[in-house]
């Protein structure tokens, strides 16, 4: 595929694990065929995903699993990204080799690293494998920000796009006029709070953590977005931004475990260190959706 083929509705697709710990391929299977009715494609073993807190086997297997079951429905991005290099090439020659449309990595993180740094870690990536590399840049969670200049390098060598997750919508607007000069990369806006605004700043693919929960109402986002009716657009959007509210009574990952289960998907549970939410917060939560008749 190429870097403009990736549209819509992209969730971070979670893991289900057991109450062990182990990834439970049950659940995620269920997971998958609950998201892929409503959405444009899947973003797994990322954030969402809790790749990071899985060793390198794990994240294969979670990934096998996932193309298995995907079937070439919609296309796969398998998140790679990893504190360092070798690991992250490994995980990303692993993905293509099993038919994964695209990776993304997050920079590097933990350790501080200059630009340099960040440049050699994606050149090195986007060297090791024949499918397109997204650059996920979420400052917050990996420490470490790719300067406008570096992207610009990297657009150069052939980086596909960037996931963006500043959740800064200024940052987002600056960054596709900094990178006009490269119409064929795909700046995909990493949040569904502000995808009409992204979309309006050209953005043609979002990934939406909501999207798990609730895939068919951030999939008739997407609808609405295309179809032109802004009043409906706005309402939709609206709504969207009322439920991600309640996603975030607890810790976001335990909270849409609930919510799964409460909408009758077999997701397993949180893997440690997350613990499942109180009783309290999922009764809370309950009572949320219900009011929104989305229960």
């Known amino acids: 595929m190429k870097p403009g083929d990736f549209r819509g509705i992209i969730p971070p697709m979670m893991t289900a694990f057991t109450k062990d710990g182990e990834v439970y391929e049950k659940g995620t299977r269920e997971i998958v065929d609950f998201i892929v009715p409503h959405v444009q494609g899947l973003y797994p073993v990322g954030s ?121 919508i200024v940052n987002y607007y600056h960054t596709a006029m900094a990178l006009k000069q490269f119409p064929e990369m795909n700046l995909i806006i990493g949040t569904e709070a502000m995808l009409v605004a992204a979309f309006d700043a050209g953005a043609q693919a979002a990934v939406t953590g909501l999207g798990n929960v609730y895939p068919d109402l951030v999939g008739q986002l997407y609808h609405d977005y295309l179809s032109g009716d802004r009043r409906k657009l706005m309402q939709t959007q609206e709504m969207v931004l009322r439920v991600r509210q309640v996603t975030k009574f607890g810790f976001t990952v335990p909270t849409c475990h609930a919510i799964l289960e409460l909408r009758g998907i077999d997701a397993g549970v949180p893997r440690l260190p997350y613990t499942p939410v109180p009783l309290e917060t999922v009764r809370r939560v309950k009572a949320a959706l219900q009011e929104l008749n989305l229960l």
């Open 48 to 168: 969402y995903g809790c790749g990071p807190m899985m060793s390198i086997s794990e994240r294969k297997r979670t990934a096998e699993i996932i193309l298995d079951h995907v079937r070439g429905r919609v296309p796969v991005i398998v998140h790679v990204g990893c504190a360092d290099t070798k690991n992250t090439v490994d995980l990303a020659k692993h993905a293509e080799s099993i038919g994964a449309a695209a990776v993304g990595a997050v920079t590097p993180y933990y350790n501080e690293y200059d630009q340099e740094c960040i440049y050699v870690h994606f050149k090195t990536l986007l060297d090791s494998v024949g499918i397109p590399v997204f650059l996920y840049n979420n400052p917050r969670l990996s420490g470490n920000t790719p300067h406008i200049e570096t992207i610009k390098k990297l657009a150069q060598d052939g980086i596909a796009g960037i996931k963006d997750s500043t959740f800064d």
